[in-house]
Structures are given as C-alpha cells and as structure tokens.
C-alpha cells in the first residue's frame, strides 16, 4: 500500500471519492492512501451518503486522507466499512498519545463534544475507498454542527507536528493492513 502526500490548499469537493481517482490523478496502481490540507466544499452531486443530502458539509482547512483499496475483487462495502473504524479507531489512538482525548461514535472523533473530523465509505465494483478529513481549525464548518479543529484541541500543536501526526496515521494504517495480509498468508484455513 502506497502513501502520496500532496501539496497544501487542494480543496476536497468529493470527487476524489470516485474510483480509480489516484490512478486517473497519479497512475498510482496499487491500494493507496492520498494525503493533503485543504478546504472542503462538497457539491451535492456528490454526496454519497443519503443521510447527508440535505446538508451543508464544508470547512475552511482540514487533513484530508483518501484511502483507496483494491485486494478484494468484487468490492465489499462492510469490508470497507470495517476498515474505516480500524482507520479512525488508529486515528484517535494516536492523537491520545499527543494528548487529545477523543471519544469515538463510528466512524466520528468528538473532543469535548464537538465534531473534530467527516468520513464516508463506498464501493465500486473494483475499489474500496474511504475519505477522513480532520478539522484543522473549526473555521468555515456548517454552524448548526459543534465543531472544533486539532489545532484547538491542544495549545502549541504546530503545523510540523500535524504533518508528523500525518505519517504516523498512515503508516499506523498501512502496518494493520499488511499485518492482516501477513496473518491471512500464515493461518490455515479448514
């Protein structure tokens, strides 16, 4: 599984969901993880999530990571979504280690009840593909949702240390998903 971290202030508009993006974008081939900050502004042609189509779902400045996989042919949407939890479950184990205590319900992060981070799952016939995207500030967020940005969350947690909290997430990620593979390969199966 490959990581690519793009440079700042692309915005997220939801199109980077679709399947095969990071192929059409960066002719990655393999399963990856697409990184970047930048704004979100979501059009509602491409909303995916039907509880979501009525609702405004933007932010000034977030983490955005695209997660994309191809090892299960066809595509399993609960596989998907399985692996969305282990994703924001690694997520909030490794802010707690910065010192941000998060409470997780599914696939969302709260810090002192309000909403740090959106995500979605889906599935193509081919792909699976998850979007997280982690307020940096609570700037440009929907007002009738609490929010609050990581940067909010502790005092003095500077842009050197997010791009660090970044990688880690991701290789935190990338190590369960190889780990999982690795196990498959070894155990026998009756």
């Keep these: ?8 202030h692309q915005s997220y508009n939801g ?17 990856n993880i697409v990184t970047w900050i930048g704004p979100m502004k979501i059009k509602t042609s491409k909303i995916i999530d039907y509880e979501d189509l009525n609702l405004e779902i933007k932010a000034d400045e977030m983490i ?3 997660i994309e996989h191809f090892d299960c042919q066809p595509a399993d949407i609960r596989i998907c979504y399985h692996r969305q ?14 010192g941000i ?3 997780r319900d599914g696939d969302d992060l709260y810090f002192q009840d309000k909403k740090l981070n959106v995500s979605v799952a889906t599935c193509s016939q081919n792909c699976m593909k998850i979007h997280f995207g ?13 929010t609050v940005g990581l940067l909010e969350c502790r005092i003095r947690l500077d842009k050197e240390e997010v791009q660090d909290l970044i990688d880690q ?3 935190g990620y990338i190590r369960e998903i190889s780990s ?9 199966v009756f």
Excluded at 1 to 8: N, T
Excluded at 134 to 146: F, I
């Design 1 to 8: 599984m490959r990581h690519l971290k793009l440079p700042d």
């Design 15 to 31: 199109s980077q969901i679709e399947p095969m993006w990071a192929f059409r974008q960066f002719q990655i081939k393999e399963s």
């Design 64 to 66: 955005h990571f695209i």
């Design 85 to 98: 939890r282990l994703f924001v479950t690694i997520v909030k184990d490794l802010l707690a280690e910065q």
């Design 101 to 103: 205590v998060t409470e």
């Design 134 to 146: 982690m307020n940096l500030k609570s700037e440009g967020t929907p007002k009738d949702v609490a």
């Design 169 to 171: 997430i991701c290789k």
């Design 180 to 188: 999982i593979e690795k196990d498959i390969a070894k155990t026998k």
